[in-house]
C-alpha cells in the first residue's frame, strides 16, 4: 500500500482547504487511515483518523470541530476537510495508515499547508 497527499497550500485564516490521500493498493478490514502534521521545530503530532471497518473517527482536540476526516470507498481515497484555519495548523500535513490506533506504519510524502494571519 502506498499513500499520496494532495491540496495543500496557502489559504487565510478562517478559510478552508481539503487535503487529499490516494491510496494505491489494497486496504485491509482493519486499516485505520489517519492524519499527522509536522509544525517547523515541533514532533509530528496526531490529527485524525478513520477505522475502515466501522467508520469510527477520532479527532485531536486541537481540530475537533473543524477538521472531518472521511472516506471515498470507490475513489480510494482519505479526504481532510479543514475548515476555520488558524495560523496555528501551519504545518507539513502527513497521510498515514495502519492497523493499529493512532495509525503510523505507512506514510505519505507529506503536503504543506500554511495559514497566513
Known amino acids: 500500500v502506498e499513500l499520496a497527499e494532495s491540496g495543500g497550500g496557502l489559504v487565510q485564516a478562517g478559510g478552508s482547504l481539503r487535503l487529499s490521500c490516494k491510496i494505491s493498493?489494497?486496504?485491509?478490514?482493519?486499516?485505520?487511515a489517519g492524519w499527522f502534521r509536522q509544525a517547523p521545530g515541533k514532533e509530528r503530532e496526531f490529527v485524525a483518523a478513520r477505522r475502515q471497518s466501522t467508520g469510527r473517527e477520532y479527532y485531536a482536540d486541537s481540530v475537533k470541530g473543524r477538521f472531518t476526516i472521511s472516506r471515498d470507498s470507490a475513489q480510494n481515497t482519505v479526504y481532510l476537510q479543514m475548515n476555520s484555519l488558524t495560523p496555528e495548523d501551519t504545518a507539513v500535513y502527513y497521510c498515514s495508515g495502519g492497523s493499529t490506533y493512532p495509525p503510523q506504519t505507512i506514510w505519505g510524502q507529506g503536503t504543506q499547508v500554511t495559514v497566513s494571519s
Open positions: 493498493g489494497r486496504t485491509y478490514s482493519s486499516y485505520i
